[in-house]
């Protein structure tokens, strides 16, 4: 299980700052920063430990095995952020 971000982000970047293993993009050096619509958790490197929740300040940030219905797609939309090229 890895955490999902969904569409309440506001990419104020905090949980990229308290984020242990720096899986969330993405980042102001990334070249798609100033065009993404919101961050992306890279499920594959999160270690599932909650600090992104705890900073996050919309609540955008859910564990993939609580994702409401509503945001359902949004595990695949994180996980596909890093699967094309970046
Ligand atoms: S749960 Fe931990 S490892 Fe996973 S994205 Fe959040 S801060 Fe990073
Ligand atoms: S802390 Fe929340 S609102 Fe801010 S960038 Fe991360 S997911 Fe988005």
């Known amino acids: 299980m890895a955490y999902v971000v969904g569409p309440a982000c506001v990419a104020d970047y905090s949980c990229v700052e308290v984020c242990p293993v720096d899986c969330i993009r993405p980042r102001p050096d990334d070249p798609d920063f100033d ?12 270690i599932d430990c ?17 994702l409401p219905v509503a945001f359902a797609s949004y595990a695949d939309i994180n996980a596909d952020y890093f699967r094309g090229p970046r």
């Open 35 to 46: 065009t993404a619509e919101q961050l992306y958790i890279d499920p594959v490197t999160c």
């Open 50 to 66: 909650e600090a992104c929740v705890t900073a996050c300040p919309v609540e955008a940030i859910h564990a993939a095995a609580q």
